[in-house]
């Protein structure tokens, strides 16, 4: 089983800001999801990656396979960005399968 | 810009009651999926769908749980006897490919069971 774990858990940003939110996982993946959950509930996907980097718009998504680390890093932080950030493997033993990470909360203040 | 939608947004039942969620998946996409989030919980997956058969379901998913697509277009998930367990958001998504396909995630549906 795979252990998806975040940090910060909770993190507080003044607009303006470089914001990164940082997952780890224990076992070898095939992909790595990460996910956006607006206030109201809803899921939209952000990237997906199963090695390197990825870049959309402001936002910025690293991988490190060996490590089983990834990074999703947010350029100029505006409170639009406010939401809950949710990290998901893809095992290679697990098929379609997705563990989630616990998100991060992010609030960015004006 | 192709979507996923879910209905109904919210739904209340009693304990016992058997409830469907519907899900309309993008239209060219294979693979169907339902998760849930239990309120202040991590997301958790339920069971993937293609080609008209379960692919994959985790422990949650228990006799109690069944999926379908009754017509090329819907994906339900039926809980036959709810539990109060059983509130959660329930998601559905879909994707073109398994392994490597972006997810895409309908707006949830949020069951409570009293």
């Known amino acids: 089983k795979n252990e998806v774990e975040q940090s910060p858990q909770n993190l507080t940003a003044q607009e303006g800001e470089f914001i990164t939110i940082n997952c780890s996982y224990s076992v070898g993946i095939s992909a790595l999801h990460w996910l956006q959950q607006h206030p109201g509930g809803g899921i939209v996907s952000l990237f997906m990656l199963s090695s390197g980097k990825k870049k959309h718009g402001r936002l910025i998504a690293t991988i490190n396979i060996q490590e089983k680390h990834s990074s999703l890093h947010i350029t100029a932080s505006h409170p639009r960005d406010s939401a809950v950030y949710i990290c998901a493997v893809r095992n290679y033993n697990a098929g379609n399968m997705l563990t989630f990470g616990g998100g991060t909360r992010l609030m960015v203040k004006p | 810009e192709p979507e996923v939608t879910q209905t109904p947004s919210h739904q209340v039942t009693q304990m016992g009651q058997e409830v469907i969620l519907r899900c309309v998946p993008i239209?060219?996409?294979?693979?169907f999926y339902w998760y849930r989030q239990i309120l202040g919980q991590k997301v958790e997956f339920l069971v993937s769908?293609?080609?008209?058969?379960?692919?994959?379901k985790s422990e949650i998913f228990d006799d109690q749980f069944s999926v379908e697509r009754p017509d090329g277009s819907n994906f339900t998930l039926k809980i036959r006897s709810t539990k109060l367990e059983d509130s959660a958001m329930y998601f559905c998504?879909?994707?073109?490919?398994?392994?490597?396909?972006?997810?895409?995630f309908g707006e949830g549906s949020r069951l409570t069971v009293l």
């Open positions: 239209s060219n996409h294979l693979y």
């Open positions: 769908f293609y080609n008209n058969e379960i692919s994959e």
């Open positions: 998504a879909s994707s073109v490919v398994a392994s490597t396909g972006e997810l895409f």
